[in-house]
């Protein structure tokens, strides 16, 4: 079975900093690419990051703006999602996803990422920003 399993999540003050990983199991990381998402109350889901393993391509959400800075280990097959400068509209679920490496390489230019279909979801983690 697939599995991938966020944490590090919590309650932050404004300006601090989170890191969030994602350690994945049952497929091969290398293949994939790994994408994060988050979904704030009564918000629809919003892009974060992404990256590619095969070849270190990644994409930032376009909020982003520089704050937060995704990477991967491959050889403990985890990703992580390191979270600068928080504010308090960054209170949300965050979510990693995989998908097919090739298929955001050859689809995922132009924030085609977003859109595409993500086979495979973690239950999420909490991130609380206080003000």
């Known amino acids: 079975d697939v599995r991938l399993v966020e944490s590090g999540g919590g309650l932050a003050q404004a300006g601090g900093s989170l890191t969030l990983s994602c350690v994945v199991s049952?497929?091969?990381?290398?293949?994939?690419?790994v994408a994060w998402f988050r979904q704030a109350p009564g918000k629809e889901r919003e892009e974060v990051s992404c990256i590619v393993n095969e070849d270190g391509t990644i994409y930032y959400g376009d909020f982003v703006k520089g704050r937060f800075t995704i990477s991967t280990n491959n050889a403990e097959s985890t990703a992580y999602l390191h979270l600068n400068n928080l504010k308090a509209e960054d209170t949300a679920v965050y979510y990693c996803?995989?998908?097919?490496?090739?298929?955001?390489?050859?689809?995922?230019?132009?924030?085609?990422?977003?859109?595409?279909?993500?086979?495979?979801w973690g239950q999420g983690t909490q991130v609380a920003v206080a003000s």
């Open positions: 996803a995989d998908t097919w490496g090739r298929t955001v390489g050859e689809k995922g230019g132009d924030g085609g990422w977003s859109s595409l279909y993500w086979d495979y």
């Open positions: 049952g497929i091969t990381f290398y293949d994939y690419a």
